[in-house]
């Protein structure tokens, strides 16, 4: 049986499995805009109030002021907090408020594997190597088309 020109061998594939030098890894960003609404109102101070007289400090709450500082050091205490300021909110009304935010989808990783540098864009960040898989197969060059035989 003798074989004609036009039939070839299918090569099979050589892969193998290594690992590639990391050079850098640059995430690519998607960006989200969400809207809610949030309820603001307009504070204005509020209106003083005359304290009663029996409600002013009397002389009890003064002298354990005074002995509190014997008890304490001086240095290390704190200066007094005011209180703070009363404020009344008015005309409130729900107002919407934009949010922006990124969050990483995808890495540009750039990696060198036997000297040659190449580029994969990957799911995740792949750390300091990168697992890849080598194929290695040889050329076969096309078969001559049939239009250039002579019948």
């Known amino acids: 049986m003798a074989v004609s020109a036009q039939e070839r061998v299918v090569q099979a594939e050589n892969v ?5 030098q990391v050079l850098g890894v640059e995430p690519i960003y998607q960006t989200l805009r969400a809207s809610r609404t949030e309820q603001k109102c307009d504070e204005v101070p509020a209106p003083k109030t005359e304290q009663a007289p029996d409600e002013e400090p009397g002389r009890w709450s003064r002298m354990m002021d005074s002995m509190r500082g014997w008890f304490t050091d001086k240095d290390r205490s704190e200066p007094p907090v005011a209180p703070p300021a009363a404020t009344v909110k008015i005309n409130c009304r729900m107002v919407p408020v934009e949010r922006e935010f990124q969050r990483p989808i995808a890495y540009d990783v750039d990696y060198i594997y036997k000297g040659v540098k190449y580029r994969s864009r990957l799911a995740e960040d792949p750390g300091n190597r990168l697992r890849i898989r080598v194929s290695v ?15």
């Open 16 to 20: 193998r499995l290594d690992y590639a």
């Open 137 to 151: 197969m040889p050329y076969v060059n096309p078969p001559p088309s049939q239009a250039t035989s002579n019948p």
